[in-house]
């Protein structure tokens, strides 16, 4: 009870004051200055080309998206980003002393127009790292978009000392009383503020009836410390990623990854389709996998395909398994690669020799 108490104290408190940030910011010029931009200070994106080329025969499905036909490169129509200032320590209430930085944000849109307000949401996708900018992110927004059938505009921020938004350089890591304020606090409190303003300020535009925060690694970790600040500005969080967020010990990682990885076994278990597809061999996701293991270890003669895959050291095998379970798009192929090195027929050789 003494716990739940102090947490919930802690709670409040954290709220109450970070309402404060927010109030006490609404009030200076640079606020003034991010609503002006709202309006008329989009830009092109620096980086999108990456995306709209590679991306679009790189994932199955989008080349079923709609591009207007003017427009087949996916640039500057669907995208276009905005730099904000936000205070370099949210906790400095003096005008005086107000420094700034920068939070860069690229927004694509729903149904590739810039005013389309037929939207049904918001989408803010977290980068991980910590150190990601939002640019790693950007293969992901098409396939996203196509999931969510191009109804709900996706927003992409560089999260401070990344990318556009101050890059942090090796110089600045010197400077202990700058790169300090360079946390999952400040990340947590910005991207609060930029939700904030979006919601208030970019009306017609954005749609608040339907937030959702997508973060992934890292970026769980700082959308855990948003949701304390932020409890009910939005409508749904998501945490993609294989690490407990509240954990934070490098030492732990193997056995908090392997946890997830546990689970996710189970999930096919649990899936009708899945289970069925093993239980035609017999055995199940979990014991095929640790078959596998043994065969690459010695421990049992080792299949045509065990012997033609590249990852021929049961560490290699173990870290491709991780890689994969990570990838929000790769981690669906894991079910499917144990089946065929556990049964192993004649295609199945084939398919292992490029592995």
Not at 101 to 107: L, M, N, S
Not at 178 to 194: N, P, Q
Request: aromatic letters at 14%.
């Amino acid at each position: 009870m003494t716990s739940m108490l102090i947490w919930l104290v802690t709670v409040l408190s954290a709220i109450i004051i970070k309402a404060q940030h927010i109030d006490w910011f609404k009030r200076t010029s640079y606020h003034k200055q991010n609503r002006q931009k709202l309006e008329n200070g989009w830009e092109e994106c620096p980086d999108w080309n990456i995306l709209s080329i590679k991306q679009k025969v790189s994932f199955e499905g989008v080349e079923q998206i709609q591009l207007p036909q003017h427009d087949i490169t996916i640039h500057n129509i669907t995208a276009l980003c905005i730099t904000l200032k936000v205070p370099l320590n949210w906790d400095n209430h003096n005008p005086n002393g107000l420094e700034t930085v920068d939070y860069f944000i690229a927004r694509a849109f729903s149904g590739f127009y810039v005013n389309n307000i037929n939207n049904n949401g918001a989408l803010w996708m977290l980068q991980g790292g910590p150190g990601g900018s939002g640019e790693g992110l950007y293969p992901y927004v098409i396939p996203t978009m196509n999931f969510m059938e191009n109804k709900f505009d996706i927003y992409v921020p560089d999260q401070r000392g990344t990318g556009y938004s101050n890059y942090l350089s090796e110089e600045d890591f010197n400077d202990t009383e700058y790169i300090k304020h360079f946390t999952a606090y400040s990340h947590a409190m910005d991207l609060g503020y930029a939700i904030d303003l979006f919601q208030n300020e970019f009306v017609g535009i954005y749609n608040h009836d339907n937030d959702i925060v997508y973060g992934v690694s890292y970026g769980t970790y700082y959308l855990n410390q948003y949701l304390i600040l932020f409890p009910d500005q939005v409508n749904a969080a998501i945490f993609d990623g294989v690490v407990d967020p509240q954990k934070k010990r490098w030492s732990t990682w193997d056995r908090d990854a392997n946890e997830v990885g546990l689970l996710f076994f189970q999930r096919c278990q649990n899936d009708v389709f899945c289970k069925e597809k093993f239980d035609e061999l017999n055995t199940t996701i979990l014991d095929a996998t640790k078959h596998i293991i043994g065969q690459i270890e010695g421990n049992a003669a080792a299949s045509k395909c065990v012997q033609q895959s590249s990852d021929s050291s049961s560490s290699g095998f173990k870290e491709l398994l991780y890689r994969k379970l990570e990838s929000m798009n790769e981690r669906v192929e894991i079910p499917w690669m144990i089946y065929r090195l556990y049964q192993c027929d004649g295609r199945d050789v084939e398919w292992a020799e490029g592995m």
